[in-house]
């Protein structure tokens, strides 16, 4: 039986007055790929930054490998073995690729011997930013960059990578390189939770899917039923098939 990495029940947040998520349900089984889809708006970045404990929950329940989350701080929680890219990617483009890395090490307190694989295994993973460590993260293109945050974020060695909007502003082929990228960090053990506009292409590389709308769930299913059946045509697509 799959263990369950991460169980939210009917979880409630808010922006001041404003209910973003009104009863939140999901669970993410240990080793998949699940995507959070909607329309922006619908909540999808909201839910991830509950996760984190960078927005104020009113109610409900988030527990990672049965430890309740809600009430901790983002630095209690990011060595608890879960971390985020987030949208818009945030790297620092002032210092070198190789220290944007390092940063993703400030929360976890481990053995020098471990951050150095991670590292390597980081560059195994990125050759690129193996070749292009001593420059400045700036200098890097967009496809780089987003390769940097994820980086980054596997720095902090975790077991949960949530990942915002990771092919935003990217050029085709470029995206298709960064969803081969996650397949490839989720077949090293890696759980992956994922907001995507590109649904279909999120859809190809996930085990399942939750569509989200004005801050509920309106329906959950295996990447391949949401890409068989009519549900992205009729929900997510505005009743339009393509």
């Not at 790297?91 to 993703?104: A, C, H, M, P, R």
């Amino acid at each position: 039986m799959a263990e369950t990495m991460l169980r939210i029940t009917d979880l409630v947040s808010s922006y001041g007055h404003i209910k973003a998520l009104k009863g939140i349900s999901l669970e993410i089984q240990k080793g998949e790929i699940v995507s959070l889809l909607g329309a922006n708006g619908a909540g999808k970045s909201t839910l991830m930054k509950s996760i984190l404990g960078m927005v104020r929950t009113e109610g409900g329940s988030i527990q990672f490998k049965g430890q309740e989350l809600i009430g901790k701080k983002s630095h209690e929680i990011v060595p608890m073995g879960i971390s985020l890219v987030p949208e818009g990617r945030k790297i620092f483009i002032d210092v070198s690729v190789e220290e944007n890395l390092k940063i993703g090490t400030f929360f976890r307190k481990r053995p020098p011997a471990r951050d150095k694989e991670l590292q390597d295994m980081v560059y195994q993973i990125f050759p690129r930013l193996y070749e292009r460590r001593s420059q400045l993260g700036g200098t890097l293109s967009g496809g780089e960059q987003q390769m940097l945050a994820v980086g980054r974020a596997i720095m902090s060695d975790p077991q949960l990578l949530m990942l915002d909007e990771p092919s935003m502003g990217l050029a085709p082929l470029v995206i298709a390189e960064v969803f081969h990228v996650i397949k490839k960090v989720n077949e090293m053990g890696i759980t992956v939770l994922l907001v995507e506009q590109n649904a279909k292409m999120a859809l190809k590389i996930s085990d399942r899917a939750y569509l989200m709308n004005t801050g509920q769930i309106v329906i959950s299913g295996t990447g391949e039923e949401f890409l068989q059946g009519d549900v992205l045509a009729s929900v997510y697509l505005g009743g339009k098939k393509g």
